[in-house]
């Protein structure tokens, strides 16, 4: 006697598509998450921070840090921070490495979901202490004491600092 397949037990061949739309629904969720920390990177690692020592007097005159007159005009320093790209390869490196850990493993869906889950607390505590890292260095930075010997200040390895030293613009007043 031949055993006949019961059609009540048999997996309905849209289950396959059913579980291939959760994988891509969770692959989907997880990249959105990663892009999301991707922009609050972009928004959130952004500063600047400018300092301008002496000035100028009712009569013209310019005035050094220590407010006394001088015949040069004082330097102005300003400091731009900008996001690091290490911190968009490291969540692209981590990215492919998480799907391909995934897939040579043959994980499924279940586990996945849980991995996903992790990588995305672990990418998104990594980016903000990275975020953090990147705006204490800029606001601790002692920039009053700063000359210029270097182009990039030493402090800044977590985001990308553009130093601008100019003369200061004075527009002095009209003398009518």
């Not at 031949?2 to 009540?8: K, L, Q, V």
């Not at 100028?56 to 220590?66: C, E, Q, R, S, W």
């Not at 499924?108 to 849980?114: K, S, Y």
């Amino acid at each position: 006697m031949t055993a006949s397949p019961n059609s009540d037990l048999a997996a309905p061949p849209e289950l396959e598509a059913v579980i291939g739309r959760g994988w891509i629904v969770e692959v989907r969720r997880y990249t959105l998450w990663i892009l999301a920390i991707a922009v609050f990177h972009t928004i959130a690692s952004s500063g600047s921070r400018s300092y301008c020592p002496g000035g100028v007097t009712g009569a013209g005159d310019y005035l050094d840090a220590n407010g006394e007159i001088t015949d040069q005009v004082p330097n102005c320093l300003a400091m731009t921070l900008q996001p690091s790209p290490f911190a968009y390869l490291a969540l692209a490196l981590g990215f492919v490495s998480i799907l391909t850990v995934l897939i040579r493993r043959g994980t499924i869906l279940p586990d996945a979901r849980r991995q996903f889950t992790r990588s995305s607390i672990l990418f998104t505590i990594v980016i903000v202490l990275w975020t953090g890292a990147s705006l204490y260095s800029l606001f601790t930075f002692p920039i009053e004491l700063y000359d210029g010997g270097l182009a990039r200040p030493d402090g800044f390895i977590f985001g990308d600092v553009e130093v601008d030293i100019s003369p200061m613009q004075v527009q002095l007043p009209n003398p009518s």
